[in-house]
């Protein structure tokens, strides 16, 4: 599919989200709903350049030739047991496949699914990779710089083994979702260990022990030095803060403050009924069973110069606010400001309970991603939206 064939169905798109009203679409940047895609998965015989290491490749890039869904720019994988390293019957890291419409929200259709391998092959902990890369500048609706604020949203699910790993207090941890600035080095696409693709917001969850509860991980990784903890205001009460990154509970302490105009949040308890007050808050607790599709949002924006603690970083769970910070330097002094340019859904697993004779996969899955330039209306007047079905993707 071409991109100006990607644009229209954009459009086409965004035209059937205005039926369903409430929020206002009209500043979309991208869409993903991941059903018109033909069947693809991240270990493709043909994604095997014999000059990269991997084989597959580990890095599966468009400008590089790589077979990719439409208007993907990049992808990352390095699975375990998956049929590429030689385990027919395993998963590839990443699937977008029909076979999987009960992984789809709604049932039908086709969805992003990560499968995240148990293992001790690697020598290290974070055991499988599967990460797709969208650079927004190819959507042809964001200047090539990138943008300064950004709103993100998208539906995720995780399976009933991954909650029976929780409760076997053996889920470890898994990053989920990235917002970064890629710095255009094609060599260094996946680079996040030097100032290159900073600054990097990152999503992750997990838990080391069932009486932590599942964990809302918020890493705000600056361009230039750690935050400065002294310098934020409002960050959450009792929860430490280092190397300018933050383990939150999804419980009634974590989101004091944190709704519009101050108001204390609150979640729904998916499992048991009634509202998560005390903890710890269980994965089901939060996102529900498999069956159950969570809506996540984020919104960030850029500090205003280097070093000037006024950013931003905010969090949905299903409308409601869970987190809100208006004091982040994405930018530290010393360095050029930059924009948003990438979102990147999936990451790395932390995940080594299971013996490797097991060859053990479970998985979760995100369907219905959108991107817009600004956080949608009804969202600064805490007004929650009724839920919308999913969408079909129309050619």
Known sequence: MTNLRSRLKIGITTSLLALWVVPCFADVVLEERFDSHPDWHSGLLEND??????????????????TLPDGWFSIR????????????????SIEVLAANAEKSRGGTGKSFVKWRDSSTVTGGAWSSDGIA????PESGS???????????????????????????????????????????????????????????????AGSSNVDYGFRNGLAMLTKGDHLDPNKMVGIPYGYPFQRSQLSLSYTQKALEGMGVNGADAVLPDKKNGGLITSGPAALDQVFGNETNWTKV??????????????????????????????????????????????????????????????????????????IRHDIPAHLETNQISPPKPPLLDVE
């Open 297 to 370: 949002a984020f919104y960030l924006k850029m500090n205003s110069a280097p070093g000037v603690y006024d950013g931003v970083l905010m969090q949905w769970i299903d409308d409601n606010r869970i987190f809100t910070n208006k004091t982040v330097a994405w930018i530290q002094p010393g360095y050029p400001m930059v924009k948003w340019n990438s979102v990147l859904i999936g990451g790395n697993d932390f995940f080594s309970a299971r013996p490797n004779e097991e060859r053990y996969q479970e998985w979760w899955a995100i369907d219905d991603l959108v």
């Open 142 to 204: 964001v200047p090539p710089d990138g943008l300064t604020e950004l709103y993100v949203e998208f539906y995720i699910t995780f399976s009933n083994e991954m909650i029976a790993s929780y409760y076997a207090d053996a889920v470890g941890s898994a990053k989920l979702f990235r917002v970064l600035h890629w710095a255009g080095n094609r060599d260094e696409v996946y680079s996040y260990f030097d100032e290159s693709n900073k600054p990097d917001f990152i999503w992750g």
């Open 133 to 136: 890369m969208f650079y927004l």
């Open 49 to 66: 350049s014999p000059f990269i290491s991997g084989s597959p490749d580990r890095g599966q890039h468009s400008f590089d030739g790589a």
């Open 77 to 92: 994988q390095t699975p375990q047991w998956s049929p590429s390293n030689g385990y027919p019957d395993g998963h590839e």
